[in-house]
């Protein structure tokens, strides 16, 4: 069975940095891409990052663009999200995803490509 599991996240303060990382198991690692989405109380999950695996090729949503950087460590079958500058509009529950397919393009904000999803991790950032 595929599990992604995710870092607890945190509370920081506006300006602040955090680091998520999400760890899927080597035996049934067949992940072509994996992506952070997020969802704040009262809105719809959202895009924030992703990165093929093979190739270390990475996508963003303009509203992090700058300030996080998706990367993964292919030893550890793990992907992280390093966020930087961090802003109260930040806060959100934090959900690892990685796709099983092949798609030409890096699938980006289509949650529809993503087979998986891990349980989720809440980010806080305090004004």
């Known amino acids: 069975q595929v599990q992604l599991v995710e870092s607890r996240g945190g509370l920081v303060q506006a300006g602040g940095s955090l680091r998520l990382s999400c760890a899927a198991s080597a035996r049934t690692f067949s992940f072509y891409d994996m992506a952070w989405f997020r969802q704040a109380p009262g809105k719809e999950r959202e895009f924030v990052a992703a990165?093929?695996?093979?190739?270390?090729?990475?996508y963003y949503a303009d509203s992090v663009k700058g300030r996080f950087t998706i990367s993964r460590d292919s030893a550890k079958y793990t992907v992280y999200l390093q966020m930087n500058s961090l802003k109260p509009e930040d806060t959100a529950v934090y959900y690892c995803?990685?796709?099983?397919?092949?798609?030409?393009?890096?699938?980006?904000?289509?949650?529809?490509?993503?087979?998986?999803w891990g349980q989720g991790t809440q980010v806080t950032v305090s004004s």
């Open positions: 995803a990685a796709t099983r397919g092949y798609y030409t393009a890096i699938p980006g904000p289509d949650q529809s490509s993503y087979d998986y």
């Open positions: 990165i093929r695996w093979s190739t270390g090729n990475t």
